[in-house]
């Protein structure tokens, strides 16, 4: 999430806000890290090695962002998830 999208995400809440709701940005389609990091390399135009290194302890492969019980108690309003 950038600071333009945090700072958005304040206000939006603060103007749709009734009190006690929780608001989720719908940051759109996951992108792999090493996906990213090949398209950096590829912007930037030169050559830079990438070391696979695996997992670290208390890493995760996947994040979720709502709990099911959320994401059925959530409403779409905009790019956000309101979850009430």
Do not use: C, Y
């Not at 995400?9 to 990091?37: H, T, Y």
């Not at 696979?52 to 998830?81: C, H, S, T, Y």
Request: zero cysteines.
């Amino acid at each position: 999430m950038t600071i333009e999208q945090a700072v958005q995400l304040v206000i939006k809440a603060g103007e749709l806000g009734e009190g006690g709701e929780i608001f989720v940005l719908d940051m759109g389609r996951p992108v792999k890290l090493l996906e990213l990091a090949n398209k950096i390399i590829q912007e930037l135009g030169s050559e830079v090695p990438i070391k696979v290194i695996g997992i670290r302890p208390g890493e995760q492969l996947k994040e979720k962002i709502m709990l099911e019980e959320e994401q059925q108690r959530a409403v779409r309003k905009d790019n956000f998830w309101i979850i009430k």
